[in-house]
Structure formats: structure tokens, C-alpha cells
């Protein structure tokens, strides 16, 4: 997702059986690497749309 305004700018397969659980997430070894991958996405995308003046 891009920063303001809000738009998807790519998608990622989740190979992890449906319904799950956040203890199944949360526990799963390749689930924590996606999760800090989209998490620096996010972040580097918010901060590089901030205007510092």
C-alpha cells in the first residue's frame, strides 16, 4: 500500500491454511518474515511521503 491517499500497490499470497489463528501467525516461522517485510514497506512509504521542512 502506498502512503496518503491510501492506494494497493502490490499483493501477497498468504500460504497459510484458512481459518487462522494470531497464534498460528504468530508462532509461524515464514509468517514473521512476511510480517516485517510488509512492515517496512509500510513504514518506508509513510516516512518517504512526509514533507520535513
Keep these: 500500500m502506498s ?5 494497493i500497490i502490490s499483493e501477497k499470497p498468504i500460504s497459510m ?5 494470531i ?4 508462532s509461524d516461522v515464514q509468517m ?3 510480517f516485517v517485510s510488509i512492515w517496512k514497506h509500510l ?3 509513510v516516512q518517504s ?5
Design 43 to 45: 513504514q518506508s512509504a
Design 3 to 7: 502512503a496518503q491517499p491510501g492506494t
Design 17 to 21: 491454511e484458512k481459518p487462522r489463528s
Design 49 to 53: 511521503s512526509r514533507h520535513f521542512v
Design 32 to 34: 514473521a518474515k512476511e
Design 23 to 26: 497464534e498460528m501467525v504468530r
